[in-house]
């Protein structure tokens, strides 16, 4: 990764994207660190770039909100100028069957997962597409890929950041900027201590690889994809899921 890339990376706080925003910091990325509410955590993820070398910035907006991702992107524009690379990470789940699902469980993970989604890339889609190498990464799930029982809202946005990748990818690629997606099999983060141990017994007996995904397992995956390297990588669903079929 050269140096001075500019990073953004939501929902990174915690979990998976903390893991991102280190890991690109860690390679001579300048990070935004975006959360909704953990400004501890969030302020620790950038002591952390720093006393590597980096430099990183915490920036609270609640990506489901249009106006605070704008005036999150102003703030980054302020404090590093151009973005390069977008990761649209954050992500929630409410979990419920079908049938008991009610319309506002429904609307909150439309909400954050994919116009959340919509929402920072329209207000960096710009940045995107003049920077040299500009890279869209969009973090799905095999769950998008697959369904997941009690899962209808949550699947159904994951599988929507398919669509938005590869249609993305196409209207990117005049600027030589790609679009792509990393779709993790489940990792061991807060979100999967929601599921309930029987679940989780189930789940790890679908996975070749028998195990759980460590965050570390997809940070690699994704520092490839922010660097120049994956140039000619677009529209492409990357499955990191210990072998799980789809
Ligand atoms: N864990 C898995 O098994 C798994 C598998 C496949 C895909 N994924 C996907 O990977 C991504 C990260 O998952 P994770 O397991 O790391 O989740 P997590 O540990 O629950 O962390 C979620 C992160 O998203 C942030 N966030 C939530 N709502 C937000 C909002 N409205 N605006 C801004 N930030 C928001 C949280 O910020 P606060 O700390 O401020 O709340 C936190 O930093 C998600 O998109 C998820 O769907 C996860």
Redesign the pocket.
């Known amino acids: 990764m050269p140096t001075g890339r500019t990073c953004v990376v939501?929902?990174?706080?915690?979990?998976?994207?903390?893991?991102i925003a280190v890991e690109l910091g860690h390679s001579g990325a300048n990070v935004v660190v975006?959360?909704?509410?953990?400004?501890g955590?969030?302020h620790e993820v950038v002591d952390a770039i720093e006393d590597a070398g980096g430099r990183a910035i915490a920036c609270?907006?609640?990506?489901?909100?249009y106006d605070?991702v704008a005036g999150m992107s102003d703030r980054i524009h302020d404090a590093f100028g151009q973005v390069d690379v977008l990761v649209?990470?954050?992500?929630?789940?409410i979990d419920r069957t079908f049938e008991n699902m009610t319309p506002a469980e429904w609307k909150s993970v439309v909400?954050?997962?994919l116009t959340?989604v919509f929402n920072c890339t329209h207000c960096l889609f710009e940045d995107l597409r003049r920077a040299d190498n500009g890279r869209l990464i969009n973090?799905?799930?095999?769950?998008g890929q697959q369904g997941n029982y009690g899962q209808a809202n949550?699947a159904t946005?994951?599988s929507g950041l398919f669509g938005f990748t590869r249609t993305l990818a196409l209207e990117m690629a005049d600027s030589g900027s790609t679009a792509n997606c990393v779709?993790?099999?489940?990792?061991?983060?807060?979100?999967?201590e929601?599921v309930p141990g029987h679940v989780k017994e189930h789940l790890q007996d679908r996975i070749p690889l028998d195990r759980?995904?460590e965050?570390e397992d997809?940070t690699g995956i994704v520092r490839f994809l922010a660097s120049p390297e994956s140039r000619y990588m677009t529209g492409q669903i990357l499955g990191v899921n210990g072998g799980m079929e789809w």
């Open positions: 939501t929902g990174a706080s915690r979990g998976i994207g903390r893991g975006n959360y909704r509410s953990s400004e955590p969030a609270r907006a609640n990506v489901s909100k605070a649209n990470n954050a992500g929630i789940t909400a954050v997962n959340g973090i799905s799930s095999v769950v949550y946005t994951k779709a993790p099999g489940f990792v061991k983060t807060d979100m999967l929601t759980f995904a965050v997809i």
